[in-house]
């Protein structure tokens, strides 16, 4: 691995605007894969009746995958 | 008042990191108390149900807590979306804290994986961070885990070859 990526930067002063921020979000996802593959969502939580019960027995909304972000 | 994200959802907005669940955590940056009347009028705007900590808003649950905790010198970021903008939590906060949280109570690896992602997004120059402030604060009393923040800084940096900004050198 290796370099920088040339994705948007959300930046510390300032702000990202939306198109930007969108533009990042593949770049982010491939980076946090790299170190963290797969979905990392906990297994459960206090809150999981209610979630569960919102998200037909999962935990939250299913996770845009990679090639369409 | 100005609300911002918190937790899982602010790392998630971060890192795409398939990390979040289905509770959006917010804090009000901007007051130390949010009264229960306004809090009802502004999710009232936004067309939500329930109440008056938990709602239902937009398909998903909305936790509004009270006022976001942050140790970093640093701004929250913003993030200019379709409906105006909004401020997600500052990563130089959520580092340390994930870091902490990954052994604090024992082995997390969760909370592990969520330090490392947003290690690899900010290494990657996709999150601008502050790492001076990372060091800063891991050296607080509230955290006193800055061997522990640089041990896993540079194990991912290592990992994507690139230089640990919290290497001695």
Redesign the interface.
Known sequence: ?????K????????????ED?LK??????E??????P?????KR?S?DR??KK??NG????P?TPTEK? | MELVVVG?SAIEI??????????LDVCHATKATLPVRERQEVMELLGAKGGPR?W?VA???LDLLGPAESFAR??F??????YG?FL?MKPEDLVVERVLMSYYLGVNQ?AR??A??L???AL???????WDEVRRLANLPEYRNLPECVILVNE?AN????KSPLHPD
């Open positions: 691995m290796n370099s920088k990526s994705a948007p930067c959300i930046p510390i002063e300032g702000s990202i605007s939306w921020w990042g979000r593949r770049a982010r996802r980076s946090s894969q790299l170190v963290a797969g979905v990392i969502r906990r939580s809150s209610r979630l919102l998200f999962e935990r939250g909304l996770f972000l | 899982g971060l890192t795409e990191g398939a990390y979040a669940s289905g509770d938990i239902q398909g998903m649950y640093t701004p970021r913003r993030i200019e979306a379709p903008s997600v969760t994986n969520c490392r992602i290690i690899s997004v990657r120059g996709e999150i601008a961070v502050d991912v990992e994507l070859e690139i």
